[in-house]
């Protein structure tokens, strides 16, 4: 498992130290390698349209030297400026250049494509990573974090990819190819220009070691932000109920802060690459400018030759100056990869069935097992010790009991949201672990005290249980969960939009669409937590009934904390510390006095 990182990431906490560079490079290039066909006509084109930019000044060097001579011809009597040449060079110049600019954009096109290819393939998995992580992933990281995976770190890497890659590739031809021309005209100048080459190099060497830490703090500390910015922004009424604007502001100022100085730190020191390597640069080329004359008055060069020379120790100067800058964005490229990566590795829950049973999930009866059943979300912190009993198939089952007892986790372990640290569950005489995560949860519908709704319409929010229901099938469903009525008076009715915190309607109708749905989805087995419990009295009645005839020849599991809900369970059981210390029906548990009698009692005391 990845490191756990704090929650929120105050400043002066220890930041993590960025990891191997190469291994998270090798990933990164590992992955793309799928995409080589295209990283290769990449290349081709990148170097192609670099080698006809370089012989480009040595082209044009003839004219100035036809141009120069034509003058001096001209001056001494002798003769005139061949025009007719001049202007075939430089067509054959602009023909090199056109044809430079024509490689340039083909290869743009295609690495944009294999970058924004890449990204779109990286979000999916990531997506399809999401499905796979066991629950207690989610436990350890805030939505903010895992967010910031898919949306900034992919968009980093992207823009990364489609930058430097090119840039690399063109500005490695360019000092190659540059170099050789150079060579070609003067080697003695030639060496005047590489002493510029160490300086460079300590540069960019210096600025790497320093940056790189900080760019992997702007993207850990982009997650802290993103988890705060979506906690305060998804509780902002809560934050505002107790007053806690000024503490919420200042815990993000703190880290915004170190987001803030992590940022400026990593953009400095790419920022001040290029003034320095272009100072740098220049000294080269005022050298180069004062022995290319001086060698050109003592008639080792020609005119022309020196202006090429020139043009091309600019040349060779500014990729220096763009791999310095590019050396930044494949820092921002490798931090990113880490963090994608890193979550694409994580752990992930096992969706096999470890040996599967000889029958479908749907053809069991719905009779369930608890047998002995030990779990803890820590391993070292055990919540429910030995959980033990047996129901029969159709019978409703209510689990009561104080506040941290073990109820919802309970049904969360029936559903394998989490794996057991000992004892067995199954239904139908078979363990649950020998059937599929997916098909397993086929036979559960669920209706939670957290209601989960999307952005969508009524109608798309209650087919979710069902995809292939029909409208009358939903309309049906919502006339059962007594929610028909009220969505006929919303504008648009069933098409009516829910926002993306369905904050458009009411906790308790939120909650009476969420039991609509779990009737249409026509499960064996329900799981009914706190079903009703932001409903009124008299609606909850009414839901009450539609609930009994729903269960009927059905498997129910009723967790509620109002007691009078649940007195015609079949079968309740009262959880107490993680076990079950008493089970009955309800009148055999008032008539035992104990604990159930108690909790009983106590509402009822309170509500006289």
Do not use: C
Request: hydrophobic share 45%; net charge neutral; proline share 2%.
């Amino acid at each position: 498992m990845a490191q756990q990182r704090r929650r929120h990431g105050p400043p002066g906490v220890a930041v993590e130290k960025p990891k191997d560079f190469k291994k998270s490079m090798g990933k990164l290039l590992r992955y793309m390698a799928k995409y080589k066909l295209g990283l290769i006509f990449v290349i081709i084109f990148a170097i192609g349209s670099t080698v006809f930019t370089i012989v480009g000044p040595k082209v044009m060097a003839k004219a100035t030297d036809a141009l120069f001579e034509g003058l001096q011809d001209k001056i001494g009597g002798t003769g005139g400026i061949d025009f007719e040449k001049i202007g075939t060079i430089l067509v054959i110049s602009l023909g090199l250049y056109v044809i430079s600019a024509a490689m340039q954009l083909i290869q743009g096109l295609i690495m944009a494509n294999v970058s924004q290819t890449i990204s779109y393939r990286l979000r999916k998995e990531l997506a399809a990573k999401m499905n796979r992580l066991p629950m207690n992933y989610f436990d350890k990281k805030t939505n903010g974090e895992v967010l910031s995976r898919v949306t900034n770190d992919i968009d980093t890497l992207g823009m990364s990819l489609n930058q430097s890659v090119t840039q690399l590739i063109t500005s490695i031809t360019t000092i190659v190819g540059v170099l050789i021309m150079m060579l070609t005209i003067s080697p003695m100048l030639t060496l005047v220009a590489l002493a510029i080459l160490p300086v460079s190099g300590i540069i960019v060497g210096v600025v790497v070691k320093h940056s790189q830490k900080y760019f992997k703090q702007q993207q850990e500390y982009l997650g802290h932000v993103n988890g705060q910015v979506e906690e305060i922004y998804a509780g902002h009424m809560v934050v505002k109920a107790f007053n806690r604007e000024k503490a919420s502001v200042e815990e993000f100022d703190k880290a915004n802060d170190v987001l803030y100085k992590s940022s400026w730190k990593s953009q400095f020191f790419s920022g001040m690459m290029m003034p320095v390597m272009t100072f740098v640069g220049n000294l080269g080329y005022v050298a180069v400018a004062v022995l290319g004359a001086l060698r050109a008055m003592s008639g080792l060069m020609t005119v022309g030759d020196i202006q090429a020379f020139i043009q091309y120790v600019k040349n060779f100067t500014q990729p220096i100056s763009q791999i310095a800058q590019v050396s930044s964005m494949v820092q921002s490229a490798a931090a990113a990869s880490e963090r994608v990566f890193e979550f694409l590795e994580e752990d992930e829950e096992p969706q096999k069935a470890e040996q599967h049973a000889p029958v479908a999930i749907g053809d069991v009866t719905a009779n369930v097992t608890f047998d002995h059943v030990k779990f803890g979300y820590d391993p070292e912190k055990i919540i429910i010790h030995d959980f033990s009993a047996q129901v029969k198939n159709g019978q409703k089952i209510a689990i009561v009991g104080p506040t941290g007892a073990g109820k919802t986790t309970l049904v969360k372990l029936l559903m394998r949201f989490y794996d057991l640290n000992g004892g067995s569950i199954s239904i139908g005489g078979y363990d649950i672990r020998s059937f599929d995560r997916s098909e397993l949860r086929e036979a559960f519908g669920m209706v939670l005290q957290d209601t989960w709704l999307f952005n969508g319409t009524i109608m798309e929010n209650i087919r979710y249980g069902r995809l292939d229901a029909t409208d009358e099938e939903v309309i049906a469903a919502a006339k059962a969960a007594h929610v028909h009525r009220f969505i006929e008076t919303l504008p648009g009715g069933y098409n009516m939009v829910l926002n993306e915190e369905a904050s458009n309607v009411s906790q308790g109708q939120k909650q009476l669409l969420t039991i609509a749905r779990a009737i249409l989805a026509n499960n064996k087995i329900l799981i009914l937590d706190e079903a009703t419990s932001s409903v009124d009295t008299r609606t909850e009645i009414r839901i009450q009934k539609a609930m009994d005839n729903l269960m009927k020849g059905r498997t129910s599991f009723i967790i509620a904390h109002r007691l009078s809900t649940i007195r015609d369970a079949d079968v309740i059981l009262v959880m107490r510390d993680g076990d079950i210390v008493e089970q009955g029906s309800h009148d055999e548990l008032m008539a035992l006095g104990g604990f159930y009698s108690e909790l009983y009692n106590s509402q009822f005391d309170q509500t006289a």
